[in-house]
């Protein structure tokens, strides 16, 4: 069997890979080598632009002088020959306004017959060509920028400039270009270095706090600096999601309390009942009358548990399959004609206005059962010989339906938790019910887009559903015309 060295167990790669591929795996790594890169690269394309222009500037200010004086000269030999030629050629080199002004002119024996070169340089061969060649200008080396000009005769004339100077600058711009892009890289390695330290440091504030609630301390939230940026949004949006799943949390231990508060009465007496029938019933009515009882007090435990289910179908949204654009004046009126004659019976006046039509885009039943928990609430707190207001109309862009008693109400203390599930409030405590009714209506509230509002009536409580308003578009009646 061949031996292929020493292995861990695990099959691992080695640690000193292991740390580097941790290395090139971090978020904040891989970040700041992008913003070097791209800070780089943007340095070398700025130093490369601008030496190219400066340079190419200047190359291009020198050939235009060299053929424009090259231009001058053809022109003086082509009107006075020769000795004007030589005159004008002796003129600028005598004239020290123009001191890297090159000149040389050669007769056609290749005998040199004016100018400030001592020889013709090595490599010129063709005519109208630039070159850039080393020279010797009286006796000095240096660097010429030249072209040849073909005469009559067989002569030749060579102009240029000295570009020594411009070679110089060349030199100097190389190396600030150098420097330049040195500071550059620097700084682009300072920055990423810094961004990679603010990255790493607000994961690891994120880190911390979400390691502290999977630890149980639910209060820790992710430090915000104020500054007003993206970290600050994205730790603002992670502290208002852990105070909803807080809020939510207590939310599931308040029901689960309420839950087993509520239920254990009921449960308890329907058992004391059976036990007691059993034990004592003589009779088969007897036994039947207490299973009677025990069925009663089981089935409000049925229908608390069907309100809890019914309340989180609505917030799951699964009911908006049964939405349909309706007008909403019959339904209310029908609920108007049901509980008038309730309301005879308490001696409570039900007055009532509904306005035509109220179209929305609702589920019918849902809004039904909202406003039908509305209105048992007004009658179970309400006074003989007290007036109950039923409206509904539309103000603005919503349709607002309001149910307004004269009964206890409700304390300015308890009116942001009186849509919770099971909340009873104290005057509400010797009265049958659940803490349901209220939890349901917000629930369908928010399914169809709308609120809940409570309000003090003076005395009473005044309850707002406000639903927005249904616009039926031009297609939609179009096609309703045509059918």
Same mark, same amino acid.
């Given at each position: 069997m061949a031996w292929h060295g020493p292995a861990s167990a695990s099959g691992a790669p080695p640690v000193g890979d292991r740390g580097r591929g941790a290395l090139f795996r971090s978020a904040g790594v891989r970040f700041a080598l992008v913003y070097a890169g791209v800070f780089g690269v943007s340095a070398f394309v700025l130093a490369?632009? &601008?030496?190219?222009?400066?340079?190419?500037?200047?190359?291009?200010?020198?050939?235009?002088?060299?053929?424009?004086?090259?231009?001058? #000269?053809?022109?003086?030999?082509? &009107?006075?020959? #020769?000795? =004007?030629?030589? @005159?004008?050629?002796?003129? !600028?080199?005598?004239?020290?306004?123009e001191p890297d002004g090159i000149y040389l002119l050669l007769s056609a024996t290749g005998q040199i017959l004016i100018g400030n070169l001592d020889h013709w340089p090595a490599g010129?061969?063709?005519?109208?060509?630039?070159?850039?060649?080393?020279?010797?200008?009286?006796?000095?080396?240096?660097? /010429? =920028?030249?072209?040849?000009?073909? =005469?009559?005769?067989?002569?030749?004339?060579?102009?240029?400039?000295?570009?020594? /100077? !411009?070679?110089? &600058?060349?030199?100097?711009?190389?190396? *600030?270009?150098?420097? +330049?892009?040195? &500071?550059?890289?620097?700084?682009?390695?300072?920055? +990423?270095?810094?961004?990679?330290? $603010?990255?790493?440091? @607000?994961?690891?504030?994120?880190?911390? %706090?979400?390691? +502290?609630?999977?630890?149980?301390?639910?209060?820790?939230?992710?430090?915000?600096?104020?500054?007003?940026?993206e970290f600050d949004e994205l730790a603002m949006s992670i502290n208002e999601m852990l105070d909803r799943i807080a809020r939510l949390m207590d939310g599931v231990r308040h029901v689960s309390n309420a839950i087993a508060h509520d239920l254990r009465t009921p449960v308890t007496r329907a058992r004391s009942r059976l036990e007691d029938a059993a034990l004592h019933a003589s009779t088969k009515e007897e036994m039947q009358a207490a299973i009677d009882r025990a069925t009663q007090d089981l089935d409000g435990i049925v229908s608390v548990f069907e309100a809890l289910l019914r309340i989180s179908e609505i917030e799951a949204g699964s009911r908006r399959a049964a939405f349909a654009p309706i007008n909403l004046a019959p339904v209310l009126l029908d609920l108007d004609e049901l509980y008038r004659a309730v309301a005879e019976d308490k001696q409570i006046v039900l007055h009532t206005e509904i306005t035509e039509p109220l179209p929305v885009l609702a589920d019918r039943d849902l809004i039904q059962q909202a406003v039908v928990n509305l209105l048992d609430n007004a009658l179970k707190f309400s006074e003989s010989l007290t007036?109950?207001?039923?409206?509904?109309?539309? %103000?603005?862009?919503? $349709?607002?339906?309001?149910?307004?008693?004269?009964?206890?109400?409700? /304390?300015?203390?308890?009116? $942001?938790?009186?849509?919770?599930?099971?909340?009873?409030?104290?005057?509400?405590?010797? @009265? /049958?019910?659940? *803490?349901?009714?209220? +939890?349901? $209506?917000?629930?369908?509230?928010?399914?169809?887009?709308? %609120?809940l509002y409570l309000q003090d009536n003076h005395p009473g409580l005044r309850a707002i559903i406000s639903i927005p308003v249904y616009k039926e578009d031009r297609q939609s009646k179009e096609q309703e015309r045509t059918a």
């Open positions: 490369v632009a &601008l030496w190219y222009s400066t340079l190419g500037l200047l190359q291009h200010q020198v050939q235009n002088a060299i053929h424009s004086d090259s231009q001058t #000269l053809l022109e003086q030999e082509a &009107l006075g020959g #020769l000795p =004007l030629l030589e @005159t004008d050629i002796h003129n !600028r080199l005598t004239n020290e306004s010129l061969t063709q005519d109208n060509v630039w070159y850039e060649l080393p020279v010797t200008r009286q006796g000095v080396a240096s660097v /010429a =920028l030249l072209q040849v000009q073909a =005469l009559p005769g067989g002569m030749r004339l060579l102009v240029g400039r000295d570009v020594r /100077a !411009r070679l110089e &600058l060349r030199n100097v711009l190389r190396a *600030g270009l150098i420097w +330049a892009l040195s &500071l550059m890289m620097a700084l682009g390695i300072l920055g +990423a270095l810094f961004i990679r330290s $603010v990255f790493r440091r @607000t994961i690891r504030n994120i880190s911390a %706090t979400t390691g +502290a609630i999977a630890r149980g301390d639910i209060s820790r939230r992710v430090p915000v600096s104020g500054v007003g940026d007036v109950i207001n039923f409206s509904a109309r539309i %103000t603005g862009n919503v $349709v607002q339906i309001t149910v307004a008693d004269r009964g206890p109400g409700i /304390a300015e203390t308890d009116k $942001v938790r009186a849509t919770q599930r099971f909340f009873r409030a104290e005057s509400a405590r010797n @009265t /049958a019910g659940s *803490g349901l009714g209220l +939890a349901l $209506v917000v629930a369908v509230a928010q399914l169809h887009n709308g %609120t």
